[in-house]
């Protein structure tokens, strides 16, 4: 099949829908983004119908407990989507918003306002809610999507953005607005990775392999999002309690999201006194230990850490640990290791909670708190798109305001240079 | 030559430097400036003596006047170099700025900062004073910057660079802050564009050509400047001596740079009044005509448009003019045949002017103005790296913050999920 004459189509109607959409009300918006939410309820048999068949396909091609989990869909969880998309529709509208005005020298009267992005390309994985999150998203900041998402979860997906876009578009949204690629072939998003005419950005949402894809591969602007080998470093001074408790939720709480632990670190003047208990109660919570030597002399239960797992975003109750010989060490394996989500040090001294919140180079610098909070909600935005980790245009969680531009709105009386 | 190994080195120590740079004062990089113009103007005989190596060999390869022109330097070219530098030292420094102060209800205090964007790669063309910008420019900032003239200017750029570097290190800026390519090697730029472990934004700086080929080879995050097909369209309502001064003025002033007019669009209702007297005006001024038919019958020089003709950007005293039936039309003609750089209306109409400003979509949009004022010292930036044409991160005028990132700083006392 000829994906680039197909998908320049769906370019093409997106491009048309997104001049539509950036001058709609928030008003239109919103009743839309409403009905969606009663769409999603009310079409929850055939939603739920067409999710079974994912999820036997998925059984058979023997997808992982997990993935599956990812997968499936409930009637709560369907009620969970459209909760969200009522949620997006009670948060501001940021298109319109004014980020400056100032009047020249000349009389030239410059006003900076927020604008939508456009057109905007999800490439996505197995969870189907991240259809209805992305779609809600991109159109309350007044763009349109080309969604393509995992093909374990297209029956899913299909019948989401079926009901979803009946529902926007009979609430007065241009047609066009929400696109979807049907096929499961990665020509398809090889083609799409090309699409410079007709869209503005790319944001991938998955594990490190479609990212580093989408980032290798594409020619449109591409948001970075979600890989996290984050870490936690516990300083000499930290308190005790206070240091196992938070190593112990960014790791246990919930191990499969990128803002959970996947290395600590700990100075080795309080490994005596924080590893024993620490490692005894990850052992307890079923974590499995790898650590550099001086750890495993504490516990049985380490296993030697190959090279390789300083890098590894296990995404698992998995666990690699280390112990440095001071902040500067911890700085420079952070440094080495990183993916710049979130890192954090624990420590009851001044100098060196600024010093580590200085040197290190990450979108969330913690002290004495878990990583888990990096996230939209938790950072107050009310949503999240993903959470970025390069530097451009976003960093951290992405929530409204990061799928907008900017516009410059100049009005003269006939200036001249 | 191992272009891959040789940059490698290069990108491992500009980000060495970067995060030296990133917490600088303030005072030692303005410092550092003021020592860089005073190299400048110090080195400026064997400055003139390397551009005149180049200008000798621009001559043999039979480079245009135009270009020889840009590449040609004198002691007032150095001394407005050395003069940006010194202004660049004047400009409030962006990093370590608040864009936020929050107190969660958990107790977590999120602090958004700017932060330098890192190491930031600059591919430009036979201009040399784009070196000294750029050096001044991301050094304020706190960047490292990997710099890649053009091959015409590689004499000049690396003098320069000797100077300004030497300078700068002397004044307590870290070794390996400024990274110059010198080879002239093609092959060099495509590494660069590869380069994802050490830079974090590559800035291209030039024609059309060049920043295609960045845009559609780097995996590195690209900020897209420059290219400018910008409209004026004159309303209905226009008036006609305003107009005809806005419209002279955005082809003629300048013609070589992006803001200029390529193509000017006139209302059909007002033809018969503007069109005669204002293409009378381009001819005296020596403006080469391309039109439409309707165009055509008002004046024997305009030569008939080809299809091309209205998506050129010519950067020089060329027009295509073009009598649309509406103001819908010359929208639907913008939104073609624009690069989304700057386009204009004159009219005296005031749902006119609101509907073109919010139709059109550029990083500016002007009523009763010349385009030529999209410019980071027009617009008060008292700066500018490029102008922005792609939506994210930046858009139009780039100026000291756009060349940051940000940071979120998290301060709790135990807070877990």
């Known amino acids: 099949m000829d994906y680039c004459t197909e998908l320049a189509k769906r370019g093409c109607a997106a491009k048309t829908a997104a001049r539509s959409l950036a001058t709609l009300s928030t008003a239109v918006k919103n009743n839309a983004l409403m009905n969606m939410a009663a769409a999603l309820e009310a079409g929850s048999a055939s939603i739920l119908k067409a999710n079974g068949d994912d999820i036997a396909v998925g059984r058979q091609r023997g997808l992982s407990p997990a993935l599956l989990d990812r997968l499936m869909l409930n009637e709560a969880r369907i009620a969970a989507m459209a909760e969200g ?4 529709a009670a948060l501001p509208d940021p298109i ?10 000349n009389g030239l009267e410059i006003a ?3 604008v939508p992005l ?7 994985e197995a969870r189907p809610n991240v259809t209805v999150d992305a779609a809600g998203l991109c159109l309350k900041a007044g763009n349109a999507v080309i969604l393509r998402g995992g093909s374990e979860a297209i029956n899913s997906n299909r019948e989401i953005i079926h009901h979803i876009a009946q529902a926007a578009y009979s609430a007065g949204i241009p047609e066009g607005a929400f696109q979807f690629i049907e096929t499961t072939d990665r020509q398809a998003v090889n083609a799409l990775l090309k699409l410079n005419q007709y869209l503005d950005v790319i944001i991938p949402r998955g594990g490190a392999g479609l990212i580093k894809t989408v980032v ?6 591409v948001i970075e999002t979600g890989t996290g080998v984050c870490h936690t470093f516990i300083d000499e001074s930290a308190d005790i309690d206070l240091a196992q408790a938070i190593a112990f939720n960014a790791k246990v709480s919930r191990p499969a999201v990128c803002n959970s632990m996947e290395t600590l670190l700990v100075h080795q003047a309080i490994a005596d006194k924080f590893l024993p208990g620490m490692l005894e109660q990850y052992s307890k919570a079923g974590v499995e230990l790898r650590g550099c030597p001086a750890v495993m002399k504490y516990n049985p239960a380490v296993k030697a850490a190959a090279d390789q797992d300083w890098a590894t975003e296990y995404s698992d109750l998995i666990l690699s640990v ?10 420079d394996h952070i440094d080495q290791y990183s993916t710049r989500h979130s890192e954090a040090i624990i420590t009851r001294d001044y100098d060196n909670a600024r010093r580590f919140q200085q040197a290190v180079d990450a979108a969330a610098v913690y002290v004495n708190a878990s990583t888990r909070f990096t996230d939209g909600f938790e950072f107050g935005f009310g949503a999240e798109i993903g959470i970025s980790t390069q530097k451009i245009h976003a960093r ?22």
């Open 85 to 88: 998309l009522r949620q997006i």
């Open 322 to 331: 280390k112990v440095v010989g001071d902040l500067q060490a911890a700085i």
């Open 96 to 105: 319109g918003e004014g980020l400056g005005l100032q009047r020249r020298p």
């Open 112 to 114: 900076k306002v927020r």
């Open 216 to 221: 290798e591969n594409s020619s449109v602007p």
């Open 396 to 417: 951290g969680p992405m929530g409204l305001p990061e799928l907008t531009s900017v516009k410059y709105i100049v009005n003269g009386s006939g200036q001249i240079r």
């Open 118 to 124: 456009g057109v905007i390309g999800i490439i996505y």
